[in-house]
């Protein structure tokens, strides 16, 4: 069975600052790793994913994550974080393969993210 | 191109109903999974459909079931609803097939309160 915490479930920043949340999961088989945002009242989307290759990757509003096989961990960075930004962040797993990963995501927790100007 | 959409937003039922949400995926696509999204208990995986055959699900109570049509729209049925039902229910479509069948695209889900 796979599980996924995220540290922190709340994270207050001031506009223009770096940040980081944490994520950390336990699975016995190889994963997939994901990033979700969802703003209020909204569902999610996805905001990068870790498949395969570069153990770094970026999503275009300027968010990066980098899987850390060793450590178990993918934790998402931002150098500097817009009011626009304030949402819930959820990290996501996924068994590579397999019938039990047919469209299951185990999430964590959640994240939220609150920017102040 | 549409995003997966799902109606209706809201509803409102009380105890001991039963209610049907419906879910149309991307063009194209023909897996569907659904989620129940709770304070409490956050994010869990329901099931999922392919090509009209559940191939996965949670650990839910047989209270909750769902289908798959031909044209790959989904429907979610709860029956005898309890309190513990409320919930936002988001649904998720992917193509389905391939290394590729994590669900990524979201609808914004149907928000059930239970009276």
């Known amino acids: 069975a796979q599980s996924v915490t995220q540290l922190d479930s709340q994270v207050p920043v001031f506009e223009e600052a770096p940040v980081e949340l944490r994520c950390n999961y336990s699975?016995?088989?190889?994963?997939?790793l994901f990033w979700y945002v969802q703003y209020p009242n909204q569902g999610l989307q996805l905001l990068l994913k870790?498949?395969?290759?570069?153990?770094l990757v970026k999503s275009i509003n300027g968010f990066e994550a980098e899987f850390n096989k060793s450590q178990t961990s993918f934790h998402l960075r931002k150098p500097s974080v817009h009011i626009s930004d304030t949402a819930e962040y959820f990290c996501?797993?996924?068994?590579?393969?397999?019938?039990?990963?047919?469209?299951?995501?185990?999430f964590g927790q959640g994240t939220i993210l609150t920017v102040h100007p | 191109k549409a995003g997966v959409t799902q109606t209706p937003r809201y509803l409102i039922k009380t105890r001991g109903q039963q209610v049907t949400l419906s879910c149309s995926p991307i063009?194209?696509?023909?897996?569907v999974s659904w989620y129940q999204q709770t304070p409490g208990q956050g994010l869990q995986f329901l099931f999922e459909?392919?090509?009209?055959?559940?191939?996965n699900k949670g650990n839910f109570p047989g209270r909750f079931s769902g289908r798959q049509f031909s044209n790959s729209r989904s429907e979610m049925n709860v029956s005898t609803l309890e309190l513990g039902d409320s919930a936002l229910y988001l649904c998720?479509?992917?193509?389905?097939?391939?290394?590729?069948?994590?669900?990524?695209?979201f609808g914004d889900g149907t928000r059930l309160s239970i009276l």
């Open positions: 998720a479509s992917s193509p389905g097939q391939g290394a590729f069948n994590q669900p990524q695209h």
């Open positions: 699975s016995s088989v190889s994963v997939y």
């Open positions: 870790y498949l395969s290759g570069s153990t």
């Open positions: 996501a797993v996924s068994e590579v393969a397999g019938g039990t990963s047919y469209g299951k995501l185990t």
């Open positions: 063009s194209g696509h023909r897996s």
């Open positions: 459909y392919f090509s009209e055959t559940q191939r």
